[in-house]
């Protein structure tokens, strides 16, 4: 149980000024850590951040707080192990706790293709600096003692790809923490200011229009999540971009320790415990692309039915609260960070279900382009013209619940 309480946390709002050096539309994680990347790391605090509603309100608040980096192609396996180093560090580099707890996650299989498929997917992370590795059925019930391996006896576990490394941490604790960090640089963060246009100087991009009125700014970056695709279109650029809502929930608290992150990927579902005791549960994105943040009992009815079966405990606890988020998804599933083709304006989009595990890599990475103009080559493999030139970074069965 948590018996945390937070009495450092520091905030200094500010009225946003008519002028900056770099703009960044979106007061969530990737938009917070950028600017506090580019003052720390480069010496840029001539920054402001707009936020429409409130810091984290947004997808960094309706995550589920998972961290890892086991993906399946190695462009997306290096960055994200990048991030998870960084997480590590990240409480110490902030002074700022929020919970950063390492579990391991495994990915349980109950076909022999998808043995085979975790088994690609093990070898690949372990070439490029990822531990994950292979498990049996009983080595699954040593690390997580409440699984069925019989599956209710429909779905029978095979075995299992296992990450160690994976860890959680609070999202909204994230979200402060860079927040306090970029304010202690002099970064400016106005919340409840709405970006309603670009400002344009013949091709470029040269600030944005807001609710509380024009500011210029000579780089501007949309780090929003959602409706990313009408603030591109002020600039004249299209983005590959579709939006699902993603749905989660928590049940009252299980009085036991349950160890680790349970994720099936043929079941489409995962299940963790939170700080305060709750079994936290998701699934996949919604199939039918909408804006709409309104959660479903037939989410609720189809998720409870899979994770019943492999937690049997979980039949008797009750569902607490359920939330909706909303995901921008691109064609090939991989973010898109980096320059789009317009003079001044730079985007990070395309996260997906994996926005929050990427936070501090995105925002690092992000803030080097905009501080030197040269593009990191942790960045480069997920540029936006990788479309154009037909290099496209797929990577769809990643999500864990795609």
Not at 109 to 130: K, P, V
Not at 291 to 306: D, G, T, V, W
């Amino acid at each position: 149980m948590n018996d945390f309480v937070e009495r450092r946390i520091a905030l200094r709002w500010h009225a946003p000024r008519r002028a900056y050096d770099v703009l960044i539309i979106g007061g969530g994680g990737h938009g917070l850590a950028t600017a506090y990347y580019l003052a720390d790391r480069h010496g840029i605090t001539n920054v402001a951040v707009i936020e429409a509603g409130y810091i984290g309100s947004g997808n960094s608040g309706r995550n589920t707080t998972i961290i890892r980096a086991n993906y399946g192609i190695p462009e997306a396996v290096r960055f994200y192990q990048h991030s998870l180093e960084l997480y590590q560090t990240l409480e110490e580099e902030l002074d700022c706790r929020f919970m950063h707890e390492t579990k391991g996650i495994m990915w349980l299989a109950h076909t022999e293709t998808q043995m085979r498929a975790e088994g690609a997917r093990s070898l690949l992370n372990l070439a490029c600096g990822a531990e994950t590795v292979m498990i049996t059925p009983l080595e699954a019930k040593e690390l997580c003692p409440q699984l069925d391996l019989s599956g209710g006896g429909r779905y029978p576990v095979l075995g299992a790809s296992y990450h160690p490394a994976a860890a959680t941490a609070r999202h909204d604790r994230v979200v402060w923490g860079y927040a306090q960090g970029a304010m202690r640089h002099g970064v400016h963060v106005a919340q409840h200011t709405m970006v309603t246009g670009l400002q344009r100087h013949g091709t470029r991009v040269t600030g944005v229009e807001t609710t509380s009125g024009p500011i210029s700014a000579g780089v501007v970056l949309s780090a929003a999540g959602g409706r990313v695709s009408t603030i591109a279109a002020h600039a004249g650029v299209r983005l590959p971009i579709r939006t699902h809502p993603l749905q989660a929930f928590v049940t009252n608290s299980y009085d036991f320790p349950f160890p680790g992150i349970v994720s099936d990927t043929e079941l489409l579902c995962y299940v963790s415990q939170t700080e305060r005791g709750q079994m936290l549960v998701g699934a996949e994105f919604d199939a039918q692309p909408s804006y709409s943040q309104r959660s479903s009992f037939s989410f609720l009815q189809s998720c409870a039915a899979k994770v019943t079966r492999l937690l049997p405990f979980m039949r008797d606890l009750r569902i607490l609260r359920q939330w909706t988020g909303i995901c921008d998804i691109s064609a090939d599933f991989s973010p898109i960070m980096g320059q789009t083709g317009v003079d001044g304006f730079l985007v990070t989009t395309g996260w997906g279900t994996w926005g929050f595990k990427a936070i501090p890599a995105g925002g690092e990475q992000m803030a080097q382009l905009i501080a030197t103009g040269r593009t990191p080559a942790l960045l480069e493999p997920f540029r936006l013209d990788r479309f154009a030139s037909d290099h496209t970074m797929a990577d769809p069965g990643s999500t864990g619940t795609h």
